[in-house]
């Protein structure tokens, strides 16, 4: 046999030994996981911050607890039912406030409101499930997505469809709660054409709110951005001056 062959032959051998060897080795860590979740499973269902550290563990052998309804982790620790039951609640949340905010709020407020929901003897619940849950519910195709703003998240609730430049703006938005056209001008250099396109797109969508009597020009408000839009409910009185 040629020595090329002899190498080539050699190499296949012990590649197939390392996938061996690699396979045992993640096949006893599913099992001390699997061990580790069994003994555990109370403060995993309880305690938010060991919640994530746990699914940090699945995720590094490539377990989803939360990919079926059935099964060994659902039975053991009751997780699938904890993020269907936050699903509904997330759901709720955003059905509840869909008129004011037209779909869209931030990951903070929706934490906020889904704690306040569940009372304070409720088991935990942490950003970081929500960010599971919704998740799950936007691998249903039912509207639900993430747009990063600020360094945490617009939870988007209605099937709108939102480009690049939708959520440039929203970004752009984030600070102050609203934009203006020479505002989207300036900071994006992008044309009055299209940064009206854009504005008027959210106005369609119920997502901003025009407010034509602001100093100046027209500032176009974000009510999931806008914090005193968010910590109370607006009466017709208080919205006049907006025109959705």
């Not at 639900?144 to 440039?168: C, K, R, W």
């Not at 102050?176 to 250099?189: A, C, D, F, P």
Request: with cysteine; aromatic share 8%; net charge negative.
């Amino acid at each position: 046999m040629p020595v090329k062959a002899k190498y080539k032959e050699r190499g296949t051998v012990l590649a197939e030994d390392q996938i061996a060897q690699m396979s045992k080795q993640l096949e006893t860590f599913k099992t001390h996981l699997e061990e580790f979740a069994s003994k555990h499973k109370q403060e995993i269902r309880k305690n938010s911050q060991f919640r994530v550290q746990f699914q940090e563990m699945c995720a590094t052998i490539g377990v989803d607890p939360l990919a079926s309804g059935k099964g060994f982790w659902s039975e053991m620790l009751g997780v699938g039912d904890f993020y269907y039951e936050l699903g509904v609640q997330i759901i709720e949340v955003c059905l509840a406030l869909k008129h004011r905010n037209g779909g869209l709020i931030t990951l903070d407020e929706l934490h906020q409101r889904v704690l306040k929901g569940r009372g304070k003897f409720a088991q935990d619940v942490s950003q970081d499930d929500l960010v599971r849950a919704i998740k799950k519910l936007k691998a249903m195709g039912n509207g639900f997505g993430m747009i990063p703003v600020g360094g945490s998240y617009l939870v988007q609730s209605v099937p709108a469809e939102l480009n690049m430049d939708h959520t440039v703006v929203l970004q752009l938005a984030e600070k102050k709660g609203y934009v203006t056209v020479s505002e989207i001008k300036e900071s994006l250099k992008w044309e009055t054409e299209r940064a009206g396109h854009v504005l008027d797109h959210l106005l369609k969508e119920g997502l901003a709110w025009l407010d034509t009597q602001a100093s100046g020009e027209s500032q176009y408000w974000l009510p999931a951005l806008f914090s005193e839009l968010s910590s109370q409910d607006v009466t017709p009185e208080e919205a006049n001056q907006m025109v959705p």
